[in-house]
């Protein structure tokens, strides 16, 4: 009864079943990487933007490459360890593997986070610019105030009230707020904004929710009265009671402060008379169109109707739907400055939007964005005065950051250093690439400073040597290094210059985009290899001693899942991080 | 699985070998990426970089495929199957690439000299 | 002419002859089963209660196409909560939105809900290690993983329908960039219906992958002693077939669907243009510069297998029960199993011929041209095959024939209506218009649909030890044939005359003066709108023409004529020597094959019918001698 050939070959095929089933299973995964193979393939050879080169540090991709080399070697030890019935030996040698396993994804992780808190922006004339964001907060005024002093460590409280200069202030006079759609965590966060500016939302207007049509008064008169009648028993201190004790309706008076819990009950209502409203109307609607069927007496079949005819119930519903409003407005005493995050708000003419179609009306007040810049990036500039026939050159000089004096004084020693390349190379018959000519990179940023210090002028050839080289910086750019902090200028963009920004997340452009799923499919495949070879270390005791064929058999198979998961990285490094 | 276990003993300095192959390799390919006195086509990342880079590449996982995965000795079945995986991995992503890369009609991708001519976009 | 046990209506005990005499409790032995047959089972039940889902759907949007101004009836809308319906119908009438949506998931739950796990997981998990020899699949703890995937990622799909932004609704194809910010005014994505979508998605490939490792690895390893290549029955070869499409092509599908989720929650451009503008959300906030025709290559790669994934179960099981019927073997066994083989490999080269309009150069599209119009090739084979074994056969025509038959001129409209579509410049007038639905329609409801119901008829009695009644069987047969034809012809006619595909308004914009003009067929849209009533009705009563059938099958688990012996039909393949039902194991006897699977009325055998498992008397030699071993 047991299932034949689980670890004795079968005779004509020469294999056991789960080799079989593994090698099938690796073909599938050549399909899944391949297919983002093909992806990237296809995103690179069609961008219509400069695809970064070398953007990536080299190193951390390196150690990884030699780590998993050295995981693939082990495992193959671990195996053959079993086949030779070493127990000791398997485990110490499954034992490195592993452990090589979890250094891959620390690495992997040390990457991925200081890219995460890395910052990009796209200025509207294409200049992109990458670094840290600096801190901030609204002074007792409201007004944005950015720190870029690189001063002592900031307080607890100090930390509480300050946030990234990156984002939206706008002097909100008054919210308004889809029932269906508000977005509790954006209320609470509207909230707590408000309330350290010491201000409370309140309900605009008295409103009334008739959540079913037998608490409707029939009477507009009626209606008025029983309002009334509602607003001043409020006023003499009752607590706003439900619309006639009914359970259905519910009455928030004038001035209310805005809770959670009031938006909830508000929609709660407020559905109860859409779904009642739905079905009223849809009676109504069958019943007209059963009268214009049987009026003239032919059978209509609709599209023809659709000719003019339009049967529309609105005329006929007066005082049998239910009434409630979809949106609740709530305004300030006097304009509050909010501030939120610049991805989640798309600014409009005196009021402005969030994701959730929460409306703010109001002023945006002064939101510049305050950057310690560690990279200029002048790619796509120089990509669009190609295509449009102007001289790059020109074009940037014309640019916003040129204003800055002390991006011009850098973009002197570019253009000194890049001519000295330039130089060198036309005795080889080569130029320089897009990169050199057109991208700052915070090496070069540092060897300027570094150039600065030392009293060099522009285009000394000792320059290139001041560049931090593989093993500074194994990150990326390192904000926290006080030499850094001087060789990155600060600067602050205006709201209406930034045109997209992003961390380097997937967001920011399709090679990150790529880089983060490929890796980060990678990665779960090496924590899955990982914890399968972890359970054969440590949990199967029992099978060798019972049998340890199948268990020599057993590793060999997630052995050579492992291999796969090194071949894959084999091909992705090159990939990503060296072209 | 059907190697015995002279066989496997035999093979363990091969492995070792093997893995310092890959090391080597693996440093070939990053000095010829980084390093300027190994540019060997234009300056900078260009078709010689990747064509390099993608063959060193392949030659490692071949070795990692033939020696560690023991595909060199395997059954033909094995052969069968997972080639059949390579086959139509490349059929998707060469077939995928060319179908913009159509000689008679674009031309040249960049520049379009071919019958069509498409108008590069404004990016707003 | 003998079987090799007895027969005994039993009712799944699997006390078998003294090996293991482990009582299973009742959630490991119906619930949590690693046994393939109760997998198979549970993969079917479900999968018709998908189909029926599915079908409920196709009513509704039906009922938009033919009276697109009126209310939902009271019978189709009954059941549906006040909330929904105030929230998803205006005025009690299907709008755009809720056509779109139910037009997607229609689609998604037929393919991927209901036919894929009915012809290949149910009938293929059931049959195919009976039909081996083998005890259960090689990986069955593999297998129950597959099934239990494959629930989640299907009540993932349901429940999308609840969500305030409700199921997904950018067609089945999902197509970027639509699909890529389609409900993306939810702020949490993962209540979003489109993400919930690709997340079952991700589950539902998953599920397949872990099944087609499944059935490869079973079907070369645990053959039986004596089952050669070229004595498989050909439902195993087509299973064969079906998994390998399987697993290589939904891969890319799951790729597609990660980078769709990653540009859905991380916010990436994978297939977002530069310069994307919509109504509802202005300029999009995204980097650009991506390809919504990388998102079609990827998902055409898998959409052109996933065809013959649907289509090969249901020639599998028509192609057992003809020589069955017909007392004769399978015509052209071995073209079959070459043309089955071919079909596969080309299947894989074919799959930009849905995408004749995206622009792509001459040489390319002249490439697919040409591998379509070659893969139809190897199709006429398996066709023509089954219908010439037709040819001087003793048919009976009991249920499964009936179905069978039917499948062979209903599979064929489809195909030969396929043919014009494979040519890029008549796709240029046909694409996305109601003859490419007519088309696929045609292969996938009275095709393949037709063949799965013959297959449920025909191995129903192994199943269960009852027949289906033959009454209800005809009560079910007739009707569908006549509504299937009614309700998906004139999608051909109009179709060419023009009629745009998932327009949720019948067409009445059809009506308005621009219609005047005549396509190349000489034809308007306007004089064939009145078809829209006819093929609705069709569809209602195609759905009261299945009652029969649900009844039958849950009423002949009781009351059905039990079977004789455990070879009801006098087939010749191994499943039909188990007991009945198969116990725990499948075989009571050491299974050896000695001959092909479609040894029926040989003129130097006395009986009727020679099965694969009888032992040949000692005079005789055994059939053609085992092949060398295949290493």
Redo the contacts between chains.
Sequence with gaps: MEIPYTFTARKDTGLFNSKIGIWLFLASEVMLFGGLFSGYVFLRLYADYPWPERALPVLPGLINTFVLIGSSVTVVFAWASLKMRQWGRFQFFMGITIFCAVIFMVLKGLEYNAKWHHQAVRLDDFTILEGHTHKAELDERGHLHIHHEHGAEPTEEEKKRQFPANVVVVEAEEINFTLVRAHDPYVKDILAKAKERGAVPVLADNAFFYGSPKDLPIDAAERKKLEDQLIKSHASGKEAVRFGDKKDSLYIPKDTQLTVDLLDRAEDVYLEARAINGEVRTKVLRKLWKDAREADKEDLPNFKLAEGIQIDPEEHLTGLVAEAPSALTFTFEKPVALHFKRSLIREGEGSSKLKDDTIIKGAVASSPMGLAVDAVDLRWVAQRAHEQGKDPKTVIEGLWIMENPEFKEIWERHSAQLAILTEELKKDGREPTENDKYRIDWQDLVAFHRAHEKHLEPGSPEVADLRPGMFEGITGPNHKIEENQHAFFSIDIPNEKVGFESLFTPKWNNYYAIYFTLTGLHGLHVVGGALVLAYYMFFSKGLYRRNPEWLANRVEIGGLFWHFVDLVWIFLFPILYLM | ???S?EE??K??KL??L??LV??VF?VV??AV??QPWL?FG????DKA??TI??L??TV??TL??AI??HLNHE????YW??G???I??????L????????????GN?KTGDGFYNPE??E?? | MSSASEAHASDGHHDDHGDHHHELPFWKKYIFSTDHKMIGIQYGITALLFLAFGFYLMMVMRWSIAYPHEPLPGWMSWFLSDDWKARWLQDGKVTGETYNMFGAMHGTIMVFLGIVPLGFAAFGNFVTPLQIGAIDMAFPKLNMASYWLYLLGGLVMIGSFFVESGAAKSGWTNYSPLAGFADSQIVNQFLAGQTQWLLGMVFLISSSLLGAVNFLTTIINLRARGLTWMRLPFFVWAMLVTGFLLLLAFPPLEVAALMQLMDRTAGSSFFMPSGLYTKTAGLLEASGSGSPLLYQHLFWFLGHPEVYVLLLPAIACVAEIIPTNTRKPLWGYKSMVYAVIVLGFLSFIVWAHHMYLTGMGPVVSNFFQTTTVLISIPSVILLTSMLISLWGGSIRFNQPMLWAAAFIPMFGIGGLTGLPLAFNLVDLHLHDTYYVIGHFHYVVAPGVLFGLFAGIYHWYPKITGRHMSNFLGHLHFWPSLIFMNLLFFPMLVQGMAGFHRRWYNGGDAYLSKASDSVNIFGNTVAEWLWLNPVMSWAAWLLAAAQIPFFINFWTSIWWGKKIKNDNPWDATTLEWSTPTPPPHGNFTYDVNVYRGPYEYSREDHEGDFYPQWEAPKRDEPAEEPAKKPVA
Excluded: C, E, R, W
């Excluded at chain 2, 234009?42 to 990342?45: D, I, L, N, S």
């Excluded at chain 2, 059954?75 to 094995?78: A, I, R």
């Design positions: 699985m059907a190697d276990v496997i003993k093979a363990q492995y070792i093997i893995g890959l090391f693996t390919t990053v990426a980084t540019d234009a300056h900078g990342f970089d990747m880079g993608l060193i590449a490692k996982a990692v495929g560690f995965m059954k033909k079945l094995v199957v997972f059949l995986g390579i139509m991995g490349i059929a998707l992503m077939l995928t690439a060319l179908s913009f890369a159509d000689p008679i009609k674009y991708p590069i976009p990016i707003n």
